[in-house]
Each structure stands twice: as structure tokens, then as C-alpha cells.
């Protein structure tokens, strides 16, 4: 093992509530599924993509350290 490696695992407790979690999750995941056309669908995956990666390139500029 390595000093600067630490190994986490959920408790009993953490796993039942990622459970309930991923759950939810499915739920709210049909429910968006079933209020849109399939067409619709494709659209907003494709505009939701291009957002995450205009957001992502952002990020990455704010927090990179200044160039010398």
C-alpha cells in the first residue's frame, strides 16, 4: 500500500441512502423521458451537451493558474 493512499468505503447507512438516491434519480429520468418527443429529446441532449462543454471551457479558465 502506499502513505499516500487512502481507501474510503460507504457504511451500511451510506449505501442504503445511494440506494434511495439512484431511485429517485430513475424516477425523475422516466419522467423527463415521458414529457418529451423523441425529437425534442435529441434536441435538448444536444443543446444540454453543448452548454456543459461551453460551461466546462469556462470553468477551466477561471481556474486555471495565470500563464507567466
Known sequence: MHA???IASLTD???ALLDRAYQEVTVLERALTEAFTPSERAALCDLLERATTVLVQQTRRTTAPPLA
Do not use: C, I, M, T
Open 13 to 15: 447507512e451510506g449505501r
Open 4 to 6: 499516500k493512499v487512502q
